[in-house]
């Protein structure tokens, strides 16, 4: 086990051995020592000669441990922490929720799958199928605003928590409940909405307590991909279990994971920096210094909130952002059947892909983000140059499929239109944090809230657009609002901190 090397600021009196670690001790205790690590126990040898006595060195954690000389001997005992334990907590915490949410998505997108065989063996019909497929929102509307609430008030580790062995358990009790009987399969479904509309909310407030600013953009990029990737994974592999297994095992071994990642959740998760106690000082002061959230939330200033134009930009461009993105992400596999003549088989296999471009590009706008205000950009400007991205670059690409003839092309402009829509996690999908952070749950539970009944009035307004008219009336809708996006985000939307 090698142990963690602090370097010197001056050089050896010969070259070490590879298998040295060179170790800088205050200049108040001792000059150079070096350090050669040998086998367990972790002994590390003296090259330079020292007095018997006891020398304060900061450890890995931060804290001064006393390095005392074995008695006739020139060994020190030093305690070092594996590669692992030293990774970030921030982090870790970052990398939960991104595996949260790829478990959220996995488990949404299977019964597109499942639908399939479910309805032969049901006999359902397609307007059973479209209230089976719905019944999803009726939970997931009604825990945007709560579950913001709950987690500003009581913490985002309980919520999140909460969040996914509740889905989890839905997920599990899918099977049975179509058994059962469709209102049974109803209730279960939208239990299911119930567990992941507080996900967002939770973690957009539990993020807001432990990462900096300097590195938001990154973060919640990865979280957000999490959902892409999740969705990328459940159209994968369902449709083998479903062949291999049957249609019940897709909702239990999908569900199941839940259980593995409580576990982690339960030992490795804390609502704040400040309730871990293992957390290094070095990392907890970097968070406390550079992060804004703090205190815990004890009543939720409605008024105030509902009074300020930069959350009204927020509400307004999450609704325009999602109309877009919902009618493509639901009515694509008909676009690719319908317009460009692609079997089923096809359409299910590019439906992929727009996926696979979101979570590249969001952590590319991430990456992009973070860069621009380390190097000195405002958080405002910032802001406002990645939603505007992520609203024209779809505006646009959607606007060049009416002029499109091949196939190809058209699958290429609508991966497009989707991963610059991805710049958004890095525009609008980060900017609860900067301008409410400690009410930042309850932000994210407002704006999608009006972003889910976006995508409800949209995917069913595309319908009644198709009956009436063409896709390309489709597409001038979403390019509207997208239009309405950029103005108002441009106009009102800030990236300070507008609520305390």
């Given at each position: 086990?090698?142990?963690r090397?602090?370097?010197?600021?001056?050089?050896?009196?010969?070259?070490?051995p590879?298998?040295t670690?060179?170790?800088?001790l205050?200049?108040?205790?001792?000059?150079?020592?070096?350090?050669?690590?040998?086998?367990?126990?972790?002994?590390?040898?003296?090259?330079?000669?020292?007095?018997?006595?006891?020398?304060?060195?900061?450890?890995?954690?931060?804290?001064?441990?006393?390095?005392?000389?074995?008695?006739?001997?020139?060994?020190v005992?030093?305690?070092?922490?594996p590669w692992?334990?030293e990774?970030?907590?921030r982090?870790?915490i970052?990398?939960?929720?991104?595996?949260?949410?790829l478990?959220?998505?996995m488990?949404r997108?299977n019964?597109?799958i499942?639908?399939?065989?479910m309805?032969?063996?049901?006999?359902?019909n397609?307007?059973?199928?479209?209230?089976?497929?719905?019944?999803?929102?009726?939970?997931?509307?009604?825990?945007?605003?709560?579950?913001g609430i709950?987690?500003?008030?009581?913490?985002?580790?309980?919520?999140?928590?909460?969040?996914?062995?509740?889905?989890?358990?839905?997920?599990?009790?899918?099977?049975?409940?179509?058994k059962?009987?469709?209102?049974f399969?109803?209730?279960?479904?939208?239990?299911?909405?119930?567990?992941?509309?507080?996900?967002?909310?939770?973690?957009?407030?539990?993020?807001?307590?432990?990462?900096?600013?300097?590195?938001?953009?990154?973060?919640?990029?990865?979280?957000?991909s999490?959902m892409?990737?999740?969705?990328?994974?459940?159209?994968?592999?369902?449709?083998f279990?479903?062949?291999?297994?049957?249609?019940?095992?897709?909702f239990?071994?999908?569900?199941?994971?839940?259980?593995?990642?409580?576990?982690l959740?339960?030992n490795k998760?804390?609502?704040?920096?400040?309730?871990?106690?293992?957390?290094r000082?070095?990392?907890?002061?970097?968070?406390?210094?550079?992060?804004?959230?703090?205190?815990?939330?004890?009543?939720i200033?409605?008024?105030?909130?509902?009074?300020?134009?930069?959350?009204?930009?927020?509400?307004?461009?999450?609704?325009c952002?999602?109309?877009?993105?919902?009618?493509?992400?639901?009515?694509?596999?008909?676009?690719?059947?319908?317009?460009?003549?692609?079997?089923?088989?096809e359409s299910?296999?590019?439906?992929?892909?727009?996926?696979?471009?979101?979570?590249f590009s969001?952590?590319?706008g991430?990456?992009?983000?973070?860069?621009?205000?380390?190097?000195?950009?405002s958080?405002?400007?910032?802001r406002?140059?990645?939603?505007t991205?992520?609203?024209?670059?779809?505006?646009?690409?959607?606007?060049?499929?009416?002029h499109?003839?091949?196939?190809?092309?058209?699958?290429?402009?609508?991966?497009?239109?989707q991963?610059?829509?991805?710049?958004?996690?890095?525009?609008?999908?980060?900017?609860?944090?900067?301008?409410?952070p400690?009410?930042s749950?309850?932000?994210?539970?407002?704006?999608?809230?009006?972003?889910?009944?976006?995508?409800?009035f949209?995917?069913?307004?595309?319908?009644?657009?198709?009956?009436?008219?063409s896709?390309?009336n489709?597409?001038?809708?979403?390019?509207g609002l997208?239009?309405?996006?950029?103005?108002?985000w441009?106009?009102?939307?800030?990236?300070e901190?507008?609520?305390d």
């Amino acid at each position: 086990m090698n142990a963690r090397a602090f370097l010197c600021s001056f050089s050896p009196p010969h070259p070490l051995p590879p298998t040295t670690n060179r170790f800088c001790l205050p200049s108040t205790t001792h000059p150079l020592l070096r350090f050669r690590a040998s086998e367990r126990p972790r002994l590390f040898r003296l090259s330079a000669g020292l007095k018997s006595e006891q020398l304060g060195v900061p450890d890995v954690k931060g804290h001064k441990q006393p390095l005392e000389l074995l008695q006739g001997r020139e060994e020190v005992v030093v305690d070092v922490l594996p590669w692992w334990e030293e990774f970030p907590k921030r982090w870790v915490i970052v990398v939960l929720c991104f595996s949260a949410f790829l478990l959220c998505n996995m488990d949404r997108v299977n019964m597109s799958i499942a639908i399939l065989p479910m309805s032969a063996e049901y006999n359902w019909n397609p307007t059973t199928v479209g209230l089976i497929q719905s019944s999803f929102f009726w939970g997931y509307l009604l825990t945007q605003i709560a579950g913001g609430i709950w987690a500003d008030t009581v913490g985002g580790k309980l919520v999140l928590g909460f969040g996914v062995i509740w889905w989890s358990v839905a997920t599990v009790l899918t099977p049975i409940a179509a058994k059962i009987g469709l209102p049974f399969l109803l209730v279960v479904r939208a239990f299911m909405g119930i567990g992941e509309g507080v996900a967002m909310p939770a973690m957009n407030n539990i993020l807001s307590k432990w990462v900096p600013v300097s590195e938001r953009s990154r973060s919640l990029a990865l979280v957000y991909s999490g959902m892409y990737l999740g969705s990328v994974t459940g159209l994968a592999f369902s449709p083998f279990l479903i062949h291999q297994f049957g249609w019940p095992s897709v909702f239990y071994s999908f569900g199941s994971l839940g259980t593995v990642w409580f576990s982690l959740w339960l030992n490795k998760a804390y609502s704040s920096p400040l309730d871990d106690p293992k957390l290094r000082p070095a990392e907890k002061k970097l968070i406390l210094t550079n992060s804004v959230s703090k205190d815990p939330v004890t009543s939720i200033p409605w008024g105030l909130i509902l009074s300020k134009p930069p959350v009204w930009a927020l509400i307004i461009s999450h609704f325009c952002h999602n109309w877009g993105t919902f009618i493509l992400l639901t009515w694509m596999p008909t676009y690719y059947n319908q317009v460009l003549k692609f079997n089923l088989t096809e359409s299910g296999l590019l439906c992929v892909l727009p996926w696979l471009t979101m979570a590249f590009s969001a952590n590319l706008g991430g990456w992009i983000a973070d860069t621009l205000v380390s190097r000195g950009l405002s958080v405002t400007t910032v802001r406002k140059i990645m939603q505007t991205v992520g609203f024209l670059g779809p505006a646009f690409f959607l606007t060049q499929l009416s002029h499109i003839d091949s196939p190809g092309m058209a699958v290429l402009c609508m991966a497009c239109s989707q991963g610059t829509d991805a710049f958004s996690q890095s525009g609008l999908y980060s900017n609860h944090q900067d301008i409410a952070p400690r009410y930042s749950g309850v932000l994210l539970g407002l704006s999608n809230t009006a972003g889910v009944l976006a995508g409800v009035f949209g995917t069913a307004a595309t319908g009644y657009i198709l009956q009436h008219g063409s896709w390309d009336n489709v597409f001038e809708v979403s390019v509207g609002l997208y239009l309405v996006g950029t103005v108002v985000w441009n106009l009102f939307s800030t990236g300070e901190k507008i609520l305390d």
